[in-house]
C-alpha cells in the first residue's frame, strides 16, 4: 500500500506542476523579448535573433551544435588526466571516449564505465553536466518546429534553432536545476569537491568514500533525461539518492518537463482539448506499464525469487518493490535511464515491461522534447487510419495528412525498430557480441535486446549483465545511437517543413477530431500495435521466454 501511495502522490504532483510550468514554457519558448544573457550571447556567436530558418537551415544548425558538442566532450573525457579535478583518473580510451561522447551529446548516457573510477569533477561539471543540458535542450528544439509546422499557415520557416535552444537552457533547464538541485541538496544529496576519502566500517574494515558535485548533476541528469549516474550505481547510491522523499523527487524530475511539454503544444496549437486528450493517452500508457510492472516483481515467482524467499533480489531494500519498479517504469518511460534498482534483476516479466516502455518509443510521456514529437507521430498515424475509415483525406490541426508526409512518418517509425533488431542479431550472430554476454538463453538474449534498444532509444539504463566496454560494442552502440537521436530528427523536420505553409483544411462532420474518448482509444491502439508488430518476435525469445524458464 506504501508504494502505491507513493505512487499516487508523486504522480499527482506531475499533474498539478504540469498546468503552471506547461503555461509558462509556452510563453517562454515561443515569442516575446530576449533576455539581457540571451543578447549578449546571440552578439558573441554573431547570430541574427530574428531572422528564422528554414527546416534544412535549422537541421545545419542541430547538426553543427550536437557536432561541437561531440568533439569538444571527446578531448575533455581523453585529456582528463592532464586537467585539474581528474582526481587521479587517466584519460579513457579512445573507444570508450568516443561511445561516451556521442553517449551524452545524444542524450542516450549510456556508460560503459563506472562513474567513481572513470570521471573527475571537471569531467563531469564541464563535459557530462553540460552535455545534459544541451542535448535535452536540442530535443526541445526540434519539437518547437514540429509545433510551428502544425500551426503555422504560411511561409516556410519553423524558427530559429539558436534562439529555441538558448531560451530553452537560460529559462527552462537552469532555473529548474537550481531549484531542484537546492531541494535535493537540503534532502541529504552529497555537494562537494572532496576527493576519495577513507572510512572505518562498523565491523572494522575499510571503505574508501568519494564526494563530488552530486547535488547540481542529479536534478540536470533527471529533468533533461540525460540519466547517466555520478556513481556506477546511479541512483540506488545514498549519495545520489539518500531518502523515500529524494526518491519521490527524483521520479518527479523524471515526468516533470516532459509532461508539462504537452500542455505547452495545447497551448501553442491554441487547442488545450488537445493537450488533455494527449495526456490522457500517456496517463492510460504510463498506468499499463506501471500496473504490469508491479504485478510482474510482486506475483510472477522466478527462480532467483523462489530462492531468496520473495522478489526483492537487486531491489533497493529502502523503498521497497512497488518504489523500484515506479523508479525503473519512470525511467524507461521517460527516456531518462537512470537506476532505482539493478534492473538485471527483475525478473523475466519485469525486465520485459521496462524494455517495452522503451520499444513503445519513450513517448508515455517520453524524452525532453522527443517524447512529444514521437507522441506526435503517433497521433499522425491514427488520423491517416481514422481518416480512411470515413473514406475523407486525413488532417490534423488542419493540416493534410498525405502520402508525402505519411512517408516520413513511416520512416520515422522504423528507424529504431530496424536498428535495434539489426544491432541485436549482428551482436548474437558473432563471437566479438557473443563474448560479452553475462548469461546464456533468454536471460542472455535479453541483456543484449536490452542494451541496444536503451542505445537507440536514447534511454541509457542497462542490465548489468552484458560486458559493453569492448571494442565491438563501444563501435556498434556508438552507431545505434547516433542513428536512433538524429535520423528520426531529420524526418521530424523535414515534416516540419512540409507542413508549415499548408493553408488549414476546413473542418466538417467527417473529421476525424483529436479529442473524446473515441480518439483516446484510437491513439493508445495505434502506440501499442506500432510496437507489438515490430518487437513481439524479440519480446518472445526475450522476456517472455526468461519469464517462462523463471
Known sequence: MFGWLQALVVLGAVLALHFPLGDYMAR???GGPHLGIERRMYRLCGIDPDREQDWRGYLIAMAAFSVVGIVVLFLLLWLQGWLPWSLGHPGMSWQLT????????????????????????????????????????????????????????SGREVGNFWVDLLRSIFRIMLPLAVIFGLILIGLGVE???????????FTGGSQTIIGGPIGSWEPIKLMTGDGGGFFNASSTHPFENPTALSNAVEILLMLLIPTAFIRTFGRMAGNLRLSWTLLVVVVILFGLLLTGGVLAQEFHQSTVSQ???????????????????????????????ALGASYDSFNGLGGGVLVAAMMLGEIAPGGTGSGLYGLIMVLLVTVFLGGLMVGRTPEF????????????????????????????????ATPAGRAGMGNTGAHGFMEILYAYTSNVMGNGSAMAGLTGNTTFYNLTMTAGMLIGRYLPMVFVLALAGRLVGQRPMAATAGTLRAQGVTFVVLATSAALIL???NFLPALFLGPLADGALG
Open 98 to 153: 568516443l561511445d561516451s561522447s556521442v553517449s551524452f551529446a545524444t542524450n542516450t548516457s549510456w556508460q560503459n564505465y563506472a562513474g567513481e573510477t572513470t570521471t573527475g569533477h571537471l569531467a563531469v561539471m564541464a563535459g557530462l553536466g553540460v552535455q545534459g543540458v544541451a542535448s535535452g535542450s536540442v530535443g526541445i528544439c526540434v519539437a518547437l518546429a514540429l509545433v510551428r509546422g502544425l500551426v503555422r499557415h
Open 191 to 201: 555537494q562537494n569537491l572532496a576527493g576519495a576519502q577513507a572510512a572505518t566500517t
Open 28 to 30: 517562454a519558448l515561443d
Open 307 to 337: 530462492a531468496v524467499g520473495g522478489p526483492v533480489e537487486g531491489t533497493e531494500q529502502r523503498f521497497g518493490v512497488p518504489g523500484s519498479t515506479l523508479f525503473g517504469v519512470s525511467s524507461t518511460a521517460t527516456a531518462d535511464g
Open 397 to 428: 490541426l488542419g493540416k493534410r495528412i498525405g502520402f508525402p508526409e505519411m512517408r516520413l512518418v513511416v520512416a520515422y517509425t522504423l528507424v529504431a525498430p530496424t536498428a535495434i533488431l539489426a544491432l541485436t542479431a549482428i551482436a548474437i
Open 531 to 533: 510496437a507489438l508488430l
